[in-house]
């Protein structure tokens, strides 16, 4: 095929390509230029998903009338004029292409007054051209209607998924900038029901009641930092422990007030949190650092979804130190010296043992216990340990049972029998209670009602974001099943994989499971052992850790001197 400059038309679809992946890159690119606008309130309202209709109404500066269809060509812009203003970027959209490039895959009309204008200017695009225009009546601002978004593109159409996950991802860009700018208005509609309100008065634990809810603001720590002229200011709101969630998709970062995703500031902030959450648990955080725009580059990515810093290990240390300093300052943290055990295979070569100083004991020989192999014995319960651990006697040896771990595999495996069997026990509630969700959770929530009746769930709309819940599996009554359900939408809404139906079954096993640090009965460990005795997987929990470690009657010979 002969070199050839392309048409015109096929340029425009490649650039939207770049810029518009989804409905909710759409809104993003309007919300940004609604706030660089200086927009004090900014409306969202979408349906079928975005496809069908988005709109962006705002109160800021607007659009002068004579610049109107200029707006629409490629690489025109008003946040840079030359070459040397890539270095000072402060503007949240900047690139010159987001406006043409909606308009090239879909049907884009805009109504715009701009200050000191008496009257408001229209203007109608049809695959990127101009078709109708003229001057309409409106208060300053401007209003965005995006139509029938890739009607003219299928393929792109076929990528999309379902209109719940594409609700999902505009409420959490919305939910985002509503984080960034508190001082900001925000409201979203989705298919003409308000999935987002904030106040607009400049704090941001207003904002984060409206996107998380009352139960995590009142658990977040307020983190700043001044600015040094060798380091960033770094300022907003991490969750203490006891909020931490099973997901990354509470990690909020702004640049600057511009939103990315960073795997150097997650890493920051997860850092900081070392020893204070359990394995498998992540923090709450929102989070801007503030910083020279010279020393920050916005242009890397055709979205501005990633950006490059001029010095990492800087910024790198400046959020590490002020997510630390906050959490030690505002939370008890244990002090914690941990015994590292060395665990080996009888085929492995033994590893060394630790000096006695960092153990704090003279012994010398490790302990090499090894996870069951085979079907589980008979055992006999001696005691418990640490109120974690179940210690019993086989016919070779002793073994030590994760009281948690255990009761997971027994509950997962009779969760999965009484599905299997349409048999779910069901505890209804004496007065129905009432579940708060982010608009993420509530998107996935709605997609997922019939999954959850399967397993006992009653669940009803109840207004915005808010569910009634009628009932529940008896195995979840009272225990926390709001903090299960919490905790499984966030993992559907990241995307997680594997099978829907088995993950919501571990999830219920997990919660309903006797904890680590809870007392137990003989008669309740005994109980327990014998229902991990009669389990057809009884090594590992449903999540794949060992349920209990095996020191056979030789290793315990062995390390007493007697063989």
């Keep these: 095929m002969p070199i050839k400059v392309l048409d015109p038309q096929v340029v425009s679809r ?25 927009s004090s309130q900014i409306s969202v309202e979408v ?97 965005v209607m995006v139509r029938n978004l890739f009607r003219k593109v299928p393929a792109r159409l076929k990528f999309l998924k379902s209109v719940a996950t594409e609700n999902s991802h505009i409420a959490d860009v919305v939910s985002q900038y509503a984080l960034a700018f508190p001082e900001v208005k925000f409201s979203l509609f989705i298919d003409g029901r308000a999935a987002l309100r904030t106040p607009g008065g400049g704090r941001l634990i ?59 500031l997650a890493r920051a902030v997860e850092e900081a949190y070392h020893g204070l959450l359990m394995q498998g648990k992540h923090p709450i955080a929102v989070i801007n650092i503030s910083l020279p725009t010279q020393e920050v580059d916005v242009n890397i990515h055709p979205t501005k979804r990633e950006v490059k810093f001029g010095n990492e290990h ?13 959490l030690v300052e505002q939370i008890p943290v244990p002090r914690i010296e941990e015994v590292a055990v060395a665990y080996e295979l009888p085929s492995r070569p033994r590893q060394a043992l630790p000096t006695s100083a960092q153990v704090g004991l003279t012994s010398s020989a490790p302990w090499a216990p090894e996870v069951p192999t085979v079907s589980l014995p008979v055992l006999r319960v001696l005691g418990q340990l640490a109120n974690s651990y179940i210690i019993a006697e086989g016919p070779d040896g002793l073994y030590l049972i994760d009281q948690h771990a255990a009761h997971e595999r027994v509950l997962f495996e009779r969760i999965e029998h009484q599905r299997s069997q349409r048999e779910i026990e069901i505890q209804g509630l004496l007065e129905p209670m009432t579940l708060e969700v982010s608009p993420r959770q509530e998107a996935v ?13 009653s669940i009803e709309s109840f207004g915005d ?17 709001a903090g299960m359900l919490r905790e499984l939408l966030d993992s559907l809404s990241e995307g997680s994989k594997g099978d829907l139906v088995e993950g919501i079954a571990k999830s219920m096993a997990c919660h309903s499971a006797v904890r680590a640090g809870q007392a137990l009965t003989d008669t309740e460990m005994r109980e327990l052992v014998r229902q991990l005795e009669q389990a057809a997987t009884p090594h590992t929990c449903p999540h794949g850790r060992p349920t209990m470690i095996h020191l056979s009657s030789g290793q315990l010979k062995r390390e007493f001197g007697r063989t």
């Design 314 to 326: 800087i910024v790198f240390s400046a959020v590490h130190r002020a997510v630390r300093q906050a």
């Design 206 to 264: 207003d904002s984060i009641i409206e996107v998380y809810g009352v139960k995590v603001a009142e658990n977040m720590i307020e983190i700043k930092s001044e600015a040094t002229v060798s380091s960033p200011r770094v300022a907003g709101m991490v969750g203490s422990p006891p909020v931490s969630r099973s997901g990354r998709g509470y990690l909020s970062f702004f640049v600057n007030r511009r939103w990315v995703t960073s795997r150097l």
């Design 465 to 481: 974001r808010t569910f009634l819940i009628r009932a529940v599996p008896a195995l979840l009554y009272n225990k926390d099943w």
């Design 47 to 143: 349906r079928g998903g975005g496809i069908s209709l988005i709109r962006v109404n705002d109160n800021g500066a607007g659009v002068p009338s004579g610049e109107v269809g200029l707006a629409f060509d490629r690489y025109a812009t008003s946040k840079i004029g030359n070459l040397g203003d890539l270095e000072f970027i402060s503007s949240l959209g900047f690139r010159g292409e987001a406006l043409p490039s909606i308009a090239a895959v879909a049907q884009v009309d805009m109504v715009t007054c701009a200050t000191g204008e008496r009257v408001g200017t229209y203007l109608g695009l049809r695959d990127g051209v101009i078709a109708s225009q003229g001057s309409q009546g409106r208060s300053k601002g401007t209003t």
């Design 14 to 38: 490649i650039a939207a390509g770049e810029v518009v992946e989804r409905p909710a890159s759409v809104v993003k690119e309007l919300l940004e230029n609604s706030l660089d606008a200086g």
């Design 445 to 457: 929530l709605r997609l997922h009602y019939e999954d959850l009746a399967e397993f006992g769930f």
